[in-house]
């Protein structure tokens, strides 16, 4: 069985863990075999740091390479659907940093672009993938827990030193780089469910961009989700399943755990240690959503049963109508 081949589309933070991620893989299974940045030197940093074969300076030289199967992208917000539609137009599958878009109406270009050329195509949401994520979907689907209630989660940490966080033309804001976690687990625990009412309070920065909101989805049945996020101070970061016999609680982090607490009992889910230093939390666990996109590339799948299109048009439907509320506007959602 022939190995899966990345190309890197960005020389970012996020793009250096990924790597580090994919070397915990078998090598005859995943294979860097090109990056690229704005940078040609920057390229060139990365590829010697990380043993990759190539290094472009453009985006277009990596859609254009024979060689890569599927791309990474790890570009900021803005430009995740003009770098998306590039590889997504040259024939490449896609796996894309969440959010997939600034709003539903990016995802949905998206989307419809990969149809229409018949590629993969993927939000990178990878706390889905991780084994504690499996456990909990498992619990569930035995209803092990009875039936679902509530749902709570918490995530802050400071960020407001952090350019790319609070400036509003680079997609900044706390709901579409942190907040986003909470909705999108509110979405999986729910099945998928779109909720019957979104209720969103909180606060901007000075820059327009919201910094602390608490967002409420109200669900069929009464049945409810209570998410807190903040970019101001650090929260618990935990998350807890309610259902009508059993709780399931989610230690911090909640976005990508190593613990789970069923029924009283602490289950222990290690992530493998990375060969390099990381620069964000656990994020070897990155390995798990690069294994579910090979897996379905085998399968000749063009989306994920686990992250699917609709799915993600359902969390990014939410994020609009939550920013809507806060009153956070950017310029592509006035195109």
């Known amino acids: 069985m022939e190995a899966t081949r990345w190309g890197i589309c960005s020389a970012g933070k996020i793009s250096h863990d990924f790597l580090v991620a994919l070397r915990t893989l078998p090598a005859k299974d995943h294979q860097v075999v090109a990056i690229a940045a704005r940078s040609l030197s920057r390229a060139q940093e990365y590829a010697k740091n990380h043993d990759i074969p190539k290094a472009y300076g453009s985006y277009e030289e990596l859609a254009q390479d024979p060689d890569v199967d599927v791309v990474y992208v790890g570009v900021v917000h803005p430009y995740h659907l003009s770098t998306t539609l590039l590889f997504i137009k ?92 909470c909705v999108q687990l509110a979405c999986m625990i729910f099945n998928g469910e779109k909720p019957e009412s979104i209720v969103a309070s909180g606060f901007l920065h000075k820059t327009e961009v919201d910094n602390m909101a608490s967002i409420i989805l109200n669900y069929s049945g009464q049945r409810q989700a209570v998410l807190t996020y903040t970019m101001t101070v650090q929260m618990s970061n935990r998350a807890s399943i309610s259902g009508t016999e059993e709780i399931i609680e989610i230690p911090e982090p909640f976005w990508c755990p190593t613990q789970l607490i069923i029924k009283e009992q602490k289950e222990e889910f290690p992530l493998p240690p990375p060969s390099q230093k990381l620069n964000f939390l656990n994020s070897t666990g990155l390995r798990y959503e690069a294994e579910h996109v090979r897996q379905c590339l085998l399968q000749g799948l063009k989306e994920s049963p686990i992250m699917s299109h609709r799915d993600s048009e359902l969390v990014h439907s939410i994020l609009d109508e939550v920013r809507r509320q806060l009153g956070v506007c950017y310029t592509q959602d006035k195109l």
Request: proline share 4%; net charge positive.
């Open 90 to 181: 040259a024939g490449k599958h896609v796996l894309c940093e969440k959010p997939l878009g600034m709003n539903a109406a990016e995802v949905k270009m998206m989307v419809q672009a990969a149809q229409e050329k018949k590629v993969f195509l993927m939000e990178a949401c990878w706390t889905r993938f991780l084994p504690a994520m499996e456990k909990i979907r498992s619990f569930l689907k035995q209803r092990a827990v009875g039936d679902v209630v509530a749902l709570q989660a918490h995530f802050g940490i400071p960020l407001l030193s952090v350019p790319r966080c609070v400036e509003k033309e680079l997609g900044g804001g706390a709901l579409l780089d942190i907040g986003v976690y």
